[in-house]
């Protein structure tokens, strides 16, 4: 076997663990030395989403409904941080629930973090209504008439009532828009049971592998705008500042973005190993 047979054969025959190794690398070193990158195209969709909360107007309070807990924080959280980083540079006020145990404190703890940095008062500029039981269709039924009878009480054990922004909220007529980050397949009972009755904008932020199911209800404008997974995080903390600067969105965007490219490059290499080799032999 020449040299030339050697290197096809070993072309098409990497051992797997040099492969998950470069892999790995690919992914990690964006994310360690968390590189100041952000897409340069923004979707449409992300665009829509961040022209619908950015237009809500400031009598209104959104909802962010959150599914998410450790096992998809790395695509829901980046989705989170950065929709409650635009509602309180805007001032808009919002309120947040969690239908996730896990996930309940989490959203709290995240959400509590950027209330400090930006200087927002709880239970003025932002409330979380903590943990609610997942029985999402007959809560949506209940809080588009009657909200201080749906969530009675706050993350902390408060009343509803008791707190400035809570008392405020009486139904859907109060909300501008609605949030929801998820994991889950919860779009079309928003959709049936709360967004289009009540006529209130939806944005869905989903982890990247239910994304494309929502495209034909942005096509009927029955998604506002979307959030695909943690590249549309990264997109929108572009459009949110023109210099974001080094973020985790951007650095995982980074880091899916190298690894598919490595994948696709080892894929090519093998399959043209392959043909030159077959193109070989046959002469």
């Given amino acids: 076997m020449n040299a ?6 070993a072309l098409q025959n990497i051992d797997r663990r040099i492969l998950y190794v470069v892999v790995a690398l690919i992914i990690s070193v964006p994310l360690v030395v968390k590189l100041d990158y952000h897409p340069g195209i923004v979707f449409s969709e992300v665009k829509r989403a961040y022209d619908v909360l950015e237009k809500t107007p400031r009598d209104k309070v959104v909802f962010i409904s959150t599914i998410f807990s450790g096992s998809t924080q790395a695509e829901n959280g980046e989705q989170t941080a950065v929709i409650v980083r635009h509602l309180f540079k805007k001032k808009q006020p919002f309120v947040m629930v969690s ?3 896990a996930g309940n404190r989490l959203s709290y703890e995240m959400t509590e973090k950027i209330a400090r940095e930006m200087n927002m008062e709880y239970g003025s500029d932002w409330l979380h209504l903590g943990y609610r039981i997942p029985n999402l269709q007959t809560m949506l039924r209940g809080f588009g008439t009657d909200f201080q009878g749906t969530f009675k009480t706050d993350y902390k054990g408060n009343g509803l009532k008791e707190t400035p922004l809570g008392a405020r909220l009486k139904s859907a007529k109060d909300i501008g828009a609605v949030v929801e980050i998820t994991p889950s397949a919860t779009l079309e009972s928003w959709i049936a049971y709360f967004c289009e009755p009540y006529h209130v904008p939806l944005v869905y932020c989903p982890a990247a592998v239910l994304a494309a199911s929502a495209y034909p ?8 705008g979307m959030l695909n997974g943690v590249v549309g995080a990264a997109q929108y903390e572009t459009l949110l500042d023109d210099d974001p600067g080094p973020t985790s969105a951007g650095a995982m965007s980074l880091s899916l973005s190298l690894a598919h490219i490595v994948i696709l490059v080892f894929i090519v290499l093998g399959n043209l190993a392959y043909l030159l080799e077959k193109r070989r032999k046959a002469k």
């Fill in 4 to 9: 030339t047979d050697r290197i096809l054969s």
């Fill in 99 to 101: 239908w996730d145990q």
């Fill in 217 to 224: 209800f942005l096509d009927t404008g029955q998604v506002a």
